[in-house]
DNA sequence: AGCCCCATGTAACCGGTTACATGATTGG
DNA sequence: CCAATCATGTAACCGGTTACATGGGGCT
């Protein structure tokens, strides 16, 4: 329903070409919402057609032609009339939740096995998180406006590898696994 | 990549018709994976036609037939190799943080307002799965195998809704509003 | 010469959502 | 009689994924 208004949001803090957008989505607003630079392009198109975006050619040194997007006035009335309409309640879709779930109808030890691996992932981006989070936003306390929210977003992403951590913590310890 | 697996793993538990899948969705492995009864009939079919399931018609009192589903031996043998196939890291898309990083280029007190809308739905939901816990597993301390794993399922459902709540209390407070 | 990077795309597919359709039975 | 529930679907659409394509530049 939004990735329109994922790029207009990315757009609004810095104008960009399709893949500059692609690899920005890959280390901020990603850790929320994941585009592949494909469909970037086509939802680019789209919105330029639709007037939402204004497009400006420009040369570079030893590479190609880049084509620099930026939100027009149409762009963002759209962006501030989706910004003000209620959230829905989210919905989360595991696969890993339905494995824990149906564990008992294959091998567990190997369930159990790839569970621990999956939690050693999720610690890894937190660390990954939390780095960002010291070189970023070395103090958080006087943050405002834009800054502070990208600070607070990514804090949501140091909280929800938490919940990863603590949950799967949580499952391979009342299976008599003891992680770390 | 597999609403055919979460099928599979409900009707491990407990054969059924379409319709009981889809009921059975909305309450237990639904807070994991949301599905349609469109899409679940669609699924079946799928499963059928492929041999992972077979199919009795059941004649009922007052009552349409239906048509109860349960794991072929092909079925259960598809179960068991994705449970023990390795996860994959888990990508979480979020329209609500997308918003949260973008309300600066829009109406923040809207936007706040929203969010405190969705703090509310989400402590209702987690007081919902609170007393689910409750009533179903009133002394976790004895469960064992699929039992175990059903509680603790619904122990990451606890964990996530927390997640949210503690999230967006951060968001707001930050902000200056104060939560509750 | 071969390979990776920049930059922009097209095409086929696939899973999920939304809207609509049918027909029987029970309850107000 | 009308509405709701049970039960099973079909059809159109839409967003996202995967695979492939093109062409120039720099690096080894």
Same mark, same amino acid.
């Given at each position: 329903?939004? $990735?329109?208004?994922a790029?207009l949001?990315?757009?609004?803090e810095?104008?960009?070409?399709g $893949?500059?957008l692609? /690899? /920005?989505f %890959? /280390? =901020?607003? #990603?850790f929320?919402?994941?585009a592949s630079h494909?469909?970037?392009?086509?939802? !680019?198109a789209?919105? +330029?057609?639709?007037?939402?975006?204004e497009v400006? &050619?420009?040369?570079?040194e030893g590479?190609?032609d880049?084509r620099?997007?930026?939100?027009?006035? &149409?762009?963002r009335?759209?962006?501030? %009339?989706? !910004? @003000?309409?209620?959230?829905?309640?989210e919905e989360f879709r595991s696969e =890993?939740a339905v494995? !824990?779930?149906?564990a008992?109808?294959?091998?567990?030890a190997?369930?159990?096995?790839?569970l @621990?691996q999956a939690r @050693?992932?999720?610690? =890894?981006?937190l660390?990954?998180? +939390?780095? !960002?989070?010291? %070189?970023q936003?070395p103090?958080p306390a #006087?943050? =405002? #406006?834009?800054a502070l929210?990208r600070?607070?977003v990514?804090?949501?992403?140091?909280?929800?590898?938490?919940f990863?951590?603590?949950?799967?913590?949580?499952y391979l310890?009342?299976h008599?696994?003891?992680?770390?």
């Amino acid at each position: 329903m939004a $990735l329109e208004h994922a790029l207009l949001v990315a757009l609004s803090e810095k104008p960009g070409s399709g $893949l500059e957008l692609a /690899r /920005r989505f %890959e /280390r =901020t607003l #990603g850790f929320f919402w994941q585009a592949s630079h494909q469909q970037i392009y086509r939802v !680019l198109a789209r919105m +330029e057609a639709d007037g939402w975006v204004e497009v400006e &050619t420009v040369a570079q040194e030893g590479r190609p032609d880049k084509r620099v997007h930026t939100p027009s006035a &149409t762009g963002r009335a759209v962006l501030r %009339e989706w !910004l @003000a309409a209620p959230m829905t309640l989210e919905e989360f879709r595991s696969e =890993t939740a339905v494995k !824990l779930r149906g564990a008992s109808y294959g091998d567990r030890a190997a369930v159990l096995r790839n569970l @621990a691996q999956a939690r @050693a992932d999720h610690a =890894t981006r937190l660390t990954h998180y +939390e780095q !960002l989070e010291r %070189e970023q936003f070395p103090d958080p306390a #006087g943050l =405002t #406006g834009a800054a502070l929210d990208r600070w607070l977003v990514l804090r949501g992403g140091v909280r929800l590898e938490q919940f990863w951590i603590d949950w799967t913590t949580d499952y391979l310890k009342a299976h008599g696994e003891a992680p770390r």
